[in-house]
């Protein structure tokens, strides 16, 4: 079983909507999860992080985290063509420094 | 710019062939990562680096595989008797004490030939 699971998408959207990107985790004990944004040909880029259940915002996006269910999330409001990009969810191990990252959902904004 | 610097940014290299990657860091930063890339796929964990000290590394670093931290400051990576399969976009990063998510360098392209 993988440690992180995303969808691969690709997941569209019109410009304005809600775009919503899911991910799970395996290990239960996990602690700090990221939400990271990848343009084509570029490295990661590091948006969101969430260390406890419930949500956080930080401008158009918003992080939510359901460790019950070991469930993350990522909400875009008012998408724009510029948010086009694979989103990779990553999970802090147990007593490890190191991410595991999931295969990333390729989203498209479309104007 | 990202903050975390990689060299060289693509590599084109013959099967067989050695080949050697460098990533200076955020110099405030303490902890070092190397990840590989292939298409369609997240970042895979292949090393870590806690200032000089080498202190995980995955089961995907093969023995052809090594990597470097002298002096705790930039760290090299190379990869030796190169195999087509290890084409991929070679990834740095690095986070310091705090631990609040990692910042990537821009990474360098293997195209093994």
């Known amino acids: 079983q993988k440690e992180v699971e995303q969808n691969s998408g690709p997941l569209s959207v019109p410009e304005g909507a809600i775009a919503s990107l899911n991910c799970t985790y395996s290990d239960r004990v996990s602690q700090s999860f990221f939400w990271y944004r990848q343009y084509s040909g570029k490295s990661p880029e590091l948006i969101m992080s969430i260390y406890s259940n419930g949500d956080k915002e930080d401008g158009r996006f918003t992080a939510q985290l359901n460790k019950a269910s070991q469930y993350v999330s990522l909400l875009i409001r008012d998408s724009q063509p510029s948010d086009s990009a694979t989103y990779l969810c990553a999970v802090r191990g147990t007593g490890a420094n190191n991410l595991f990252f999931g295969t990333g959902t390729r989203l498209t904004v479309i104007p | ?113």
């Not at chain 2, 050695?18 to 955020?26: G, L, Q, S």
């Not at chain 2, 964990?45 to 000290?53: D, G, I, S």
């Not at chain 2, 190169?82 to 990063?93: F, H, I, K, R, V």
């Open chain 2, 1 to 113: 710019d990202t903050g975390v610097s990689q060299n060289p940014r693509h590599k084109i290299t013959k099967r067989g062939q050695n080949v050697t990657f460098r990533c200076d860091p955020i110099s405030e930063h303490n902890r070092l990562y190397w990840y590989r890339q292939t298409l369609g796929q997240g970042p895979e964990f292949l090393t870590y680096f806690q200032n000089e000290a080498q202190l995980e590394k995955s089961r995907l670093l093969s023995d052809r595989f090594s990597a470097e931290r002298p002096k705790g400051s930039f760290s090299t990576l190379e990869i030796q008797r190169t195999e087509q399969g290890d084409s991929a976009m070679y990834l740095c990063a690095t986070d310091g004490s705090g631990g609040d998510g990692y910042t990537f360098g821009s990474g360098t392209r293997l195209t093994v030939v």
